[in-house]
């Protein structure tokens, strides 16, 4: 090269001024000479879109997991708010009444039992239910004949519960309604056999079948316990006896006040 000639002074011109290649150039500019060229693109996210969507891809699963976690409890408690099983002790009224009074009058019985209801919805359940009743004393006439007995009463059922669940202003309210089906046992015509001179039928019946159809209203005080201010039930059974003329019904009344145990 002639230090003389006009291309040899922009040859050295351009050697000073200017790196010796575009990756020196882009080098200086970015001040990060030593390194390679892919390194230099990396570090500025030149090639990073696909690292960008994974590290999104990652932050998506992690929310969905978050909330994923926190459903799950969060449906556990919801479910948790209606109790699934509820155990209910109480006191009972029991009007026993023949459908045929002509002959025996209507008499009342005092006791008590429990029942389960155990419900597989919020509002549908299976209740079981065990009562036992001691009665007073009943007069039966025919002719001049006159006899008097008392007895007890056991009933024993199941069937389906609907209950409510809700609010009266401020107040919890729970009115529920069932359909019981079973059983009942009771001495009361035998021991009327037994001392009636008019005893049509050897061997009453003790046994018998019965339905139960009514409501009530619960009332929670706290999650664990409530208040059954007030349960009526028709109940009808169906004991053979000789003094009723062959009407074999009787039709009952049942009240019943209690407290109950939820879990």
Known sequence: ??????????????SLVQPSSPAALFNSYLGLRGKPW????WDFQILRPAQKLEKGKDKMKQFIWFLVVG???SSVACAQDSPKVEITGYYSYFRFYPENNGTLSSH?????GADVSVFLMKMLGIKAEFGGYQGNLDTHTSGSSVASASANLFTYNIGPVVKLRTKLRTLQVEPFGEALFGGAHSSFYSNLCKVSQG???????NNAFDFVMGGGLDIPLSRAIAFRPVQVD??????GNGFTAGNQNQSNL???????FRF
């Open 199 to 205: 005893c049509l039928v050897n061997n009453p019946s």
């Open 254 to 260: 049942r009240y019943q006040i209690g407290v109950q």
């Open 38 to 41: 892919k390194k230099q693109l």
């Open 71 to 73: 459903f799950i409890p």
């Open 234 to 239: 028709y109940v009808l059974t169906r004991f």
């Open 108 to 112: 009342y019985l005092n006791g008590g």
């Open 1 to 14: 090269m002639r230090l003389g000639s006009f291309e040899g002074f922009v040859a050295a011109l351009n």
